[in-house]
């Protein structure tokens, strides 16, 4: 039974709420709101409606950059996807296999990236992948692929993926110990029942486990696609806000910042910024909304 | 049939396992060890012989006295460590206090509330940068390391709340009532009796809470960017872009940032996994 809300639930309450409220959901919506006013020349800032979304989405100029940054975008998320989370599958399958020794130190082991910060990560890549060093090139030619490398990071058709897969390589122990939690909470009993019934390990993989951990597979999902569409940190540190070579690796996040603060002979504008956060927000949002409504329920009906 | 074709395979089986957990640690571990192996290099022993060990020819510190040489690096030290410890504090105290009321007391719009708060967990609070930005230009809060703790408590309450609500909600109601009856008040209920039961989540939340806010790029780049108040993540951005050509304090810098936390989660990994995997189960 619940107690009766008095001075005390008030005074509990409060901080906390006011806080968020100041400087996480207001802003936000003060944000959205600003997405419809515009600012000319003189700095003078006035309601204009949708010309701001108009600019983005129809404009030349404008919408190149943000078709440019939202393709990219896909790719960055398709890549964690395809890449990051069946690795990690993989990983935490393994690792939740029974006897395996040394679980423990090879789990410390692959979550260790995930705490560090993703500029030193994003250094780290950029030195070891450097022609300038020759560390890849070097060892590539130990294992006879010498004359495959390429300064993959400058060039305009390769330094994208390469990013991405350096953010995999960084983040593959969040989704890993997400499955390997749901793995190991499977009950004994129902893994025990299919061995007995001769079912083998891949069997019992693939019929019982796998199924039973949908639900968590959709929420690796659906916290990969809220991360990669809001990344900023990574192509910050390696390529600056230019993103280059030649934008090929901007993303919403580098363009959100250039748009807001300006580069170069542009300058930033506040109202096309907050613009540009309301529509990062629309397919965050459908993302996130999709998953709920549609994606988990069935994932959940499976699993049961 | 004898024994040895199954004992045969599944050895076979092991060695497959090892090979691939051991190959992805290797993986991930080789980038690191290259970076802080090097580091303890002269700038022709990184260069000459990348692979190799330091030797009495090629051991050099000359790196690591240019970056310890510069006196920023520890004031920035400092402030990451201010921004992380106050913001993890607060977010800690008022997350308990908040799931508390919203699992301990009923009143309308109890439900809503929730609803409100758990909202921050699926939407990246840096979307509202803009008026944010706009708010601490307001309050005169640009440059401060206020600004930032402001902006990491409102980032870190909404999971904190939901992950202490659920342990909150364990929290035996013969021990309530028993306090209760005895005419205990409730600040003197939450502190002395509930906060002390949630002490291993409290644990836990600290950790996730602290690693995003200690490695941020974003909200220090934005709002306080200033020498006086750069945090550490900032500084090693801002130091590696600036001498980019050398060599020895890149990699002496990036290695003074890995050790640290290198040294931490040694200490604290067993804590913090179970943690995680306790966590998730939930």
Request: with cysteine.
């Amino acid at each position: 039974m619940k107690q009766k809300a008095g001075w005390p639930a008030l005074v509990f309450l409060a901080p906390a709420l006011v806080i968020y409220t100041a400087f996480s959901a207001w802003p936000l919506l003060a944000t959205l709101r600003l997405g419809l006013y515009g600012t000319d020349d003189v700095g003078h800032v006035s309601f204009v409606g949708l010309d701001n979304f108009r600019k983005l989405l129809f404009d030349e100029h404008w919408f190149g950059a943000f078709r440019n940054a939202m393709v990219d975008n896909v790719e960055f998320f398709a890549i964690h996807t395809l890449v990051q989370n069946p690795v990690a599958l993989l990983l935490a399958a393994l690792l939740s296999l029974r006897g395996v020794r040394g679980a423990a130190a090879y789990r410390t082991v692959l979550f260790l990236p995930t705490l560090l910060s993703v500029v030193i990560i994003g250094f780290t890549w950029q030195l070891i992948l450097s022609p300038l060093w020759g560390v890849s090139e070097k060892l590539m030619t130990l294992v006879g692929l010498g004359e495959h490398f390429g300064p993959w990071l400058g060039q305009e058709e390769t330094a994208l993926r390469t990013i991405a897969l350096i953010s995999v390589w960084q983040f593959v122990g969040i989704p890993m110990m997400l499955i390997y939690a749901a793995l190991i909470a499977i009950p004994e009993e129902v893994v025990e029942a299919a061995a007995v019934e001769g079912a083998g390990a891949w069997r019992i993989f693939w019929s019982i486990r796998l199924p039973l951990i949908l639900p968590t597979l959709g929420l690796v999902n659906i916290l990969t696609f809220v991360g990669n569409f809001n990344a900023f940190d990574l192509i910050y540190a390696v390529k600056g806000a230019l993103a280059g070579p030649n934008f090929s690796t901007d993303l919403l996040g580098t363009l959100f910042y250039r748009t807001f603060f300006g580069y170069q002979s542009e300058t930033g504008s506040a109202t096309m910024g907050a613009a540009l956060a309301t529509l990062m927000f629309l397919v965050i949002l459908s993302g996130v909304g999709l998953y709920f409504l549609v994606i988990q329920r069935r994932l959940q009906r499976i699993a049961s | 049939m004898s024994r040895h074709p199954i004992r045969a395979s599944a050895l076979g089986r092991s060695a497959l396992v090892h090979l691939t957990l051991g190959g992805y640690c290797l993986l991930v571990l080789c980038p690191i060890l290259l970076v802080l192996l090097n580091s303890f290099k002269s700038r022709a022993g990184i260069f000459d012989d990348p692979l190799g060990l330091p030797t009495t020819a090629t051991l050099s510190l000359a790196g690591y006295g240019k970056v310890l040489g510069d006196a920023a690096v520890g004031h920035m030290f400092v402030n990451s460590a201010i921004v992380t410890g106050v913001s993890l504090a607060a977010i800690l105290l008022l997350g308990a206090m908040a799931a508390w009321a919203l699992t301990e007391y009923g009143f309308f719009g109890n439900r809503l509330l929730a609803l409100f708060l758990a909202f921050g967990i699926m939407v990246p609070i840096r979307l509202g940068s803009v008026a944010i930005l706009q708010e601490m230009v307001a309050l005169d809060l640009v440059n401060t390391l206020t600004a930032l703790v402001l902006v990491y408590i409102a980032q870190g309450l909404p999971l904190a709340v939901m992950i202490l609500s659920e342990f909150v909600g364990q929290v035996p109601q013969e021990l309530k009532d028993a306090a209760r009856c005895d005419g205990v008040g409730e600040y003197r209920i939450f502190f002395q009796v509930v906060l002390p039961l949630i002490r291993p989540a409290v644990a836990t939340v600290a950790v996730f809470t602290m690693v995003p806010i200690w490695n941020d790029l974003w909200f220090p780049l934005i709002l306080a960017p200033s020498e006086q108040t750069q945090t550490i993540t900032l500084g090693v951005q801002q130091f590696v872009g600036q001498f980019a050509t050398d060599w020895n304090a890149v990699l002496a810098a990036l290695s003074l940032a890995v050790l640290p936390i290198l040294v931490l989660y040694a200490v604290f990994s067993r804590q913090l996994i179970r943690g995680i995997t306790a966590g998730a189960v939930k």
